[in-house]
C-alpha cells in the first residue's frame, strides 16, 4: 500500500468523520476515486456534496465521461452517471457516449444497461433500431444487439402479427448465412414465444430445407425438436412418426452432434417418451 | 486410460465452434480461445504418457496462495479497498473446498475484523469506515458461518442486519446495493441469502421480491441484471438462488433456464460461458454450473421421475477438465482463461465450480464422480449459498435458535 493512497484515505475518512461539505472535501473525492474508482462510499459522499454545494452538473458529466473512458467495466462510475444525468434531466449525450463505449467493447453490459434506462427514461426510441441493424451487421453473433433488438421491439411496436412476420423473416436470413448462430436461434423462439412454432409459416419447411442441406448445428435440431413436442401437445395426427423423429433427432445431438450435453439430451428423450409414448401404446392397443 | 478423458478424444476437433465462413469479432475471439485451450489440452495428453496421477489439483500451491491472502488480510490495514469481506469469504471458502483448517487465532482475527466492517446502522461495509453494502454484507455473513464459531456468529448484530435490509427494499420488492445505490438482482440474492442465514427474514421484507426477479427473465431463459437486459451467468444464479430461497421458484419458466444454462457449457472447451457467444471463464463453473443442483431440486420436487439419479444435467467430466487442466496458475490459485493473471474471486468460483461437478446430492442420494487422481475431491458446497453444507447446518444451529428479531 503507498504513501499516495494511504495519505488520501487518512484524509478521507476524517472528512468523512466530520462530514465536512466543502470544496476541499469534494476535490478530495476525486483523488479518492482516481486511486479505488470502486469505493461507492467515496461517489456517495461526492453526489452529496455535488448537491450541497450547487456544483455545475455539465462539468461532473465531463468529468464522469472521462473516468468511464478509463474504466468502463465497473459498477459505480456508470450508476454516478445516471444519478447526474437523471439529475440534468438532459440525456442529449447519452445515445453517442455509449456507442462510443460500444465501439471499443459491443457487449459492455453497463453501458448496455445504461443505454436501456436513457431509451426508457427519456423515450428516444426511435434511431435505436437502425443502430441495433448496423451492429448486426458488423457482427450477427453479437447477442447483446439481438437481445437489445427484442428489448426496443417489446417496448415500442411490441410483437404484432406483422412485426413477428418481419422479425422471423429477417432472422431466418441471418440463419441462412450463419446457421450455427445460436443468438439467432433464441431470438426467433423469443419471438414465437407466444406463438405455435411448428404452425408458423413456411418455418418447419425452412427447417427441413437446412436439415437437407446437411446442417446438423445443434441449433436447428433442438428447434425442430421443439416443434414436434409442439405437435405431440397439440395432438396432432400421427404421434408415433412424430415423436420417433424427435427422439431420433434427441438420440443425435445426444451421441453425435451435441455430445457436450449429452445428459440434457437424454433427458429431454425420457422426458418426452414418458410423456408421449405411454399413451401412444394406450391409444394403439 | 487415455479414453476416458473428453480432452483427448480423437473427435474433439469436430466441436470447434467456426465460423460457417462468415467471420465477425465474436468468432474470431472464439476461435483464438479455442485455440489457446486445444494447446492445453494437446500438452496434457503428451504429458499422459510419462505420468498416471493427472490432471491433478495442486492443493500445496493453491493452499500458499489462499494463506499469503489471508495473512495480508490479518494485517486488517484500512484503504480505500471497497471489497474486504468480499477477500474473507473467497478466501475462507476456498480453504474450506480444501479441508484446510485456519491457523491458530486466524479465524478469531478474521472474525474480528469482519465486526470492524459492520455498520452502527446495520449491514457490512466494504471496509471499515465506509457505508454499507449488500454485496459485503452477503459476503461478511457468509465468511462467518464458515468459521463458525460463536464468536463469529455474535459479531452479527442481527436486529440492525434486519432493519439494513428493509431499508434497501424498493417499494416494489427490489433491494438496492447501498443507500443510493443502483438496484439489480444481486440485491435480491445477496438480501435473501443474508436474511435467511441469519434468521432475520420476515416476510415483509420480501413481498413482490419473487415477482420482481422473475421479470428479469428473459427470452432466453436466463435471468439478467434488471427486466430488458440480456441473460447473463452471475445474475442467473442470483435470481434462480434468489427465488429457491424465498420458496418461488415455480414462478420461473423452469424449462426455458434449464435450456439457456445447459447451453452454456461450451462444445470444445467444457467450461461455461457467461453469455451467448461469449467466451469461457472458469468463474462461470459456479455461476452456471452451481445452478444445476438448484434445477435438480426443483424438478424433483415436482416429481419429475425421468431425472437422473447419478449426474446432473451438464457435462460434469468436461468441466472439471477444464478447470484442472487450463485454470490452474502455474504458481497457486485458479483462473479465468489460460494467460489470464490469478486472483481470489477465480480461485473460490472455479473451486466452488469443482465441487459441483463432483459431487451429486439429492436427498439421501450421494454420487462422487472425480476426475483426475483421487486426492482431486473438493468438499461438497451448498448450491445455493455456496458455503460447505457443515457450515450451513451449524449457521441452522445457531441462528434458528433465536428468534427472529
Same mark, same amino acid.
Given at each position: 500500500?503507498?504513501?499516495?493512497?494511504?495519505?488520501?484515505?487518512? *484524509?478521507?475518512?476524517?472528512?468523512?468523520?466530520?462530514?465536512?461539505?466543502?470544496?476541499?472535501?469534494?476535490?478530495?473525492?476525486?483523488?479518492?476515486?482516481?486511486? #479505488? @474508482?470502486? #469505493?461507492?462510499? /467515496?461517489?456517495?459522499?461526492?453526489?452529496?456534496?455535488?448537491?450541497?454545494?450547487?456544483? #455545475?452538473?455539465?462539468?461532473?458529466?465531463?468529468?464522469?465521461?472521462?473516468?468511464?473512458?478509463?474504466? @468502463?467495466?465497473?459498477?459505480?462510475?456508470?450508476?454516478?452517471?445516471?444519478? /447526474?444525468?437523471?439529475?440534468?434531466?438532459?440525456?442529449?449525450?447519452?445515445?453517442?457516449?455509449?456507442?462510443?463505449?460500444?465501439?471499443?467493447?459491443?457487449?459492455?453490459?453497463?453501458?448496455?444497461?445504461?443505454?436501456?434506462?436513457?431509451?426508457?427514461?427519456?423515450?428516444?426510441?426511435?434511431?435505436?433500431?437502425?443502430?441495433?441493424?448496423?451492429?448486426?451487421?458488423?457482427?450477427?453473433?453479437?447477442?447483446?444487439?439481438?437481445?437489445?433488438?427484442?428489448?426496443?421491439?417489446?417496448?415500442?411496436?411490441?410483437?404484432?402479427?406483422?412485426?413477428?412476420?418481419?422479425? /422471423?423473416?429477417?432472422?431466418?436470413?441471418?440463419?441462412?448465412?450463419? @446457421? #450455427?448462430?445460436?443468438?439467432?436461434?433464441?431470438?426467433?423462439?423469443?419471438?414465437?414465444?407466444?406463438?405455435?412454432?411448428?404452425?408458423?409459416?413456411?418455418?418447419?419447411?425452412?427447417?427441413?430445407?437446412?436439415?437437407?442441406?446437411?446442417?446438423?448445428?445443434?441449433?436447428?435440431?433442438?428447434?425442430?425438436?421443439?416443434?414436434?413436442?409442439?405437435?405431440?401437445?397439440?395432438?396432432?395426427?400421427?404421434?408415433?412418426?412424430?415423436?420417433?423423429?424427435?427422439?431420433?433427432?434427441?438420440?443425435?445431438?445426444?451421441?453425435?452432434?451435441?455430445?457436450?450435453?449429452?445428459? *440434457?439430451?437424454?433427458?429431454?428423450?425420457?422426458?418426452?417418451?414418458?410423456?408421449?409414448?405411454?399413451?401412444?401404446?394406450?391409444?394403439?392397443? | 486410460? $487415455?479414453?476416458? !478423458?473428453?480432452?483427448?478424444?480423437?473427435?474433439?476437433?469436430?466441436?470447434?465452434?467456426?465460423?460457417?465462413? +462468415?467471420?465477425?469479432?465474436?468468432?474470431?475471439?472464439?476461435?483464438?480461445?479455442?485455440?489457446?485451450?486445444?494447446?492445453?489440452?494437446?500438452?496434457?495428453?503428451?504429458?499422459?504418457?510419462?505420468?498416471?496421477?493427472?490432471?491433478?489439483?495442486?492443493?500445496?500451491?493453491?493452499?500458499?496462495?489462499?494463506?499469503?491472502?489471508?495473512?495480508?488480510?490479518?494485517?486488517?490495514?484500512?484503504?480505500?479497498?471497497?471489497?474486504?469481506?468480499?477477500?474473507?469469504?473467497?478466501?475462507?471458502?476456498?480453504?474450506?473446498?480444501?479441508?484446510?483448517?485456519?491457523?491458530?487465532?486466524?479465524?478469531?482475527?478474521?472474525?474480528?475484523?469482519?465486526?470492524?466492517?459492520?455498520? =452502527?446502522?446495520?449491514?457490512?461495509?466494504?471496509? =471499515?469506515?465506509?457505508?454499507?453494502?449488500?454485496?459485503?454484507?452477503?459476503?461478511?455473513?457468509?465468511?462467518?458461518?464458515?468459521?463458525?464459531?460463536?464468536?463469529?456468529?455474535?459479531?452479527?448484530?442481527?436486529?440492525?442486519?434486519?432493519?439494513?435490509?428493509?431499508? &434497501?427494499?424498493?417499494?416494489?420488492?427490489?433491494?438496492? &446495493? %447501498?443507500?443510493?445505490?443502483?438496484?439489480?438482482?444481486?440485491?435480491?440474492?445477496?438480501?435473501?441469502?443474508?436474511?435467511? +442465514?441469519?434468521?432475520?427474514?420476515?416476510?415483509? &421484507?420480501?413481498?413482490?421480491?419473487?415477482?420482481?426477479?422473475?421479470?428479469?427473465?428473459?427470452?432466453?431463459?436466463?435471468?439478467?441484471?434488471?427486466?430488458?437486459?440480456? $441473460?447473463?451467468?452471475?445474475?442467473? !444464479?442470483?435470481? +434462480?438462488?434468489?427465488?429457491?430461497?424465498?420458496? %418461488?421458484?415455480?414462478?420461473?419458466?423452469?424449462?426455458?433456464?434449464?435450456?439457456?444454462?445447459?447451453?452454456?457449457?461450451?462444445?470444445?472447451?467444457?467450461?461455461?460461458?457467461?453469455?451467448?457467444?461469449?467466451?469461457?471463464?472458469?468463474?462461470?463453473?459456479?455461476?452456471?454450473?452451481?445452478?444445476?443442483?438448484?434445477?435438480?431440486?426443483?424438478?424433483?420436487?415436482?416429481?419429475?421421475?425421468? +431425472?437422473?439419479?447419478?449426474?446432473?444435467?451438464?457435462?460434469?467430466?468436461?468441466?472439471?477438465?477444464?478447470?484442472?487442466?487450463?485454470?490452474?496458475?502455474?504458481?497457486?490459485?485458479?483462473?479465468?482463461? =489460460?494467460?489470464?493473471?490469478?486472483?481470489?474471486?477465480?480461485?473460490?468460483?472455479?473451486?466452488?465450480?469443482?465441487?459441483? $461437478?463432483?459431487?451429486?446430492?439429492?436427498?439421501?442420494?450421494?454420487?462422487?464422480?472425480?476426475?483426475?487422481?483421487?486426492?482431486?475431491?473438493?468438499?461438497?458446497?451448498?448450491?445455493?449459498?455456496?458455503?460447505?453444507?457443515?457450515?450451513?447446518?451449524?449457521?441452522?444451529? !445457531?441462528?434458528?435458535?433465536?428468534?427472529?428479531?
Amino acid at each position: 500500500i503507498s504513501h499516495a493512497v494511504r495519505d488520501c484515505y487518512d *484524509y478521507f475518512r476524517a472528512i468523512l468523520r466530520k462530514d465536512e461539505r466543502s470544496e476541499r472535501a469534494f476535490e478530495l473525492t476525486a483523488d479518492a476515486a482516481a486511486l #479505488n @474508482p470502486a #469505493n461507492y462510499t /467515496v461517489w456517495h459522499f461526492r453526489r452529496i456534496l455535488l448537491k450541497d454545494l450547487g456544483k #455545475n452538473l455539465q462539468d461532473e458529466l465531463d468529468y464522469i465521461t472521462e473516468v468511464i473512458h478509463d474504466h @468502463p467495466k465497473n459498477y459505480q462510475v456508470w450508476h454516478h452517471r445516471r444519478v /447526474v444525468v437523471d439529475w440534468l434531466r438532459n440525456a442529449s449525450d447519452e445515445i453517442d457516449f455509449t456507442r462510443l463505449i460500444l465501439t471499443h467493447d459491443a457487449k459492455n453490459y453497463h453501458a448496455w444497461q445504461h443505454r436501456q434506462w436513457v431509451l426508457r427514461e427519456f423515450d428516444l426510441w426511435d434511431a435505436e433500431l437502425d443502430y441495433i441493424d448496423d451492429l448486426l451487421e458488423e457482427d450477427i453473433r453479437n447477442n447483446s444487439a439481438w437481445n437489445q433488438r427484442y428489448y426496443v421491439i417489446s417496448k415500442t411496436s411490441k410483437f404484432t402479427d406483422e412485426v413477428i412476420a418481419r422479425e /422471423v423473416s429477417y432472422t431466418k436470413e441471418k440463419i441462412n448465412n450463419v @446457421p #450455427n448462430n445460436e443468438s439467432a436461434w433464441n431470438y426467433l423462439r423469443g419471438v414465437l414465444l407466444d406463438t405455435e412454432m411448428y404452425k408458423y409459416s413456411g418455418l418447419m419447411t425452412f427447417c427441413e430445407e437446412l436439415f437437407s442441406q446437411s446442417i446438423r448445428s445443434p441449433h436447428l435440431l433442438a428447434f425442430m425438436v421443439d416443434c414436434y413436442q409442439e405437435m405431440l401437445n397439440a395432438k396432432c395426427e400421427d404421434k408415433e412418426e412424430v415423436l420417433a423423429k424427435a427422439l431420433k433427432l434427441l438420440k443425435g445431438l445426444e451421441e453425435e452432434y451435441d455430445t457436450i450435453r449429452c445428459e *440434457y439430451w437424454k433427458y429431454l428423450s425420457v422426458t418426452l417418451s414418458s410423456k408421449y409414448a405411454g399413451k401412444l401404446e394406450q391409444s394403439s392397443s | 486410460m $487415455a479414453s476416458s !478423458f473428453r480432452c483427448t478424444d480423437p473427435c474433439l476437433h469436430l466441436f470447434h465452434a467456426g465460423d460457417c465462413g +462468415l467471420p465477425t469479432s465474436s468468432s474470431r475471439e472464439q476461435k483464438a480461445t479455442e485455440d489457446i485451450v486445444a494447446n492445453c489440452f494437446r500438452y496434457f495428453k503428451n504429458c499422459l504418457d510419462i505420468e498416471t496421477d493427472i490432471p491433478m489439483l495442486h492443493r500445496r500451491k493453491h493452499e500458499a496462495f489462499l494463506m499469503k491472502g489471508l495473512q495480508h488480510l490479518s494485517e486488517s490495514y484500512e484503504c480505500l479497498d471497497a471489497s474486504r469481506p468480499w477477500l474473507c469469504y473467497w478466501i475462507l471458502h476456498s480453504l474450506e473446498l480444501l479441508s484446510i483448517d485456519l491457523p491458530e487465532g486466524m479465524a478469531s482475527q478474521v472474525a474480528q475484523f469482519l465486526a470492524k466492517c459492520q455498520c =452502527p446502522d446495520g449491514g457490512f461495509a466494504g471496509g =471499515p469506515g465506509q457505508l454499507a453494502h449488500l454485496a459485503p454484507t452477503y459476503a461478511a455473513v457468509n465468511a462467518l458461518c464458515i468459521i463458525g464459531t460463536d464468536e463469529a456468529f455474535k459479531v452479527i448484530d442481527r436486529p440492525a442486519l434486519q432493519r439494513y435490509l428493509l431499508r &434497501m427494499r424498493t417499494p416494489e420488492g427490489a433491494f438496492k &446495493m %447501498h443507500e443510493g445505490g443502483e438496484v439489480d438482482i444481486r440485491g435480491a440474492y445477496c438480501a435473501a441469502s443474508a436474511a435467511r +442465514l441469519t434468521n432475520v427474514a420476515t416476510k415483509a &421484507m420480501f413481498d413482490g421480491t419473487a415477482e420482481w426477479v422473475v421479470s428479469c427473465q428473459t427470452y432466453e431463459g436466463g435471468f439478467a441484471g434488471e427486466p430488458g437486459l440480456e $441473460a447473463h451467468g452471475g445474475y442467473s !444464479f442470483c435470481g +434462480l438462488a434468489a427465488l429457491v430461497l424465498l420458496g %418461488h421458484e415455480r414462478l420461473c419458466d423452469i424449462s426455458a433456464l434449464l435450456r439457456w444454462t445447459a447451453n452454456r457449457q461450451m462444445a470444445f472447451e467444457g467450461g461455461f460461458q457467461g453469455r451467448t457467444n461469449k467466451l469461457v471463464d472458469g468463474c462461470y463453473s459456479f455461476w452456471q454450473g452451481g445452478a444445476f443442483p438448484l434445477m435438480h431440486m426443483i424438478l424433483s420436487k415436482e416429481k419429475d421421475d425421468t +431425472l437422473s439419479a447419478d449426474s446432473w444435467m451438464f457435462h460434469q467430466g468436461a468441466l472439471q477438465e477444464y478447470l484442472l487442466i487450463c485454470c490452474q496458475h502455474q504458481g497457486g490459485g485458479l483462473i479465468d482463461k =489460460p494467460g489470464k493473471p490469478r486472483d481470489f474471486y477465480h480461485t473460490c468460483y472455479c473451486l466452488s465450480g469443482l465441487s459441483v $461437478a463432483q459431487h451429486l446430492t439429492e436427498g439421501r442420494l450421494e454420487h462422487t464422480q472425480v476426475t483426475g487422481c483421487a486426492s482431486n475431491e473438493v468438499k461438497r458446497t451448498h448450491p445455493v449459498f455456496n458455503i460447505g453444507l457443515d457450515s450451513v447446518l451449524s449457521a441452522h444451529a !445457531f441462528f434458528e435458535a433465536l428468534p427472529v428479531p
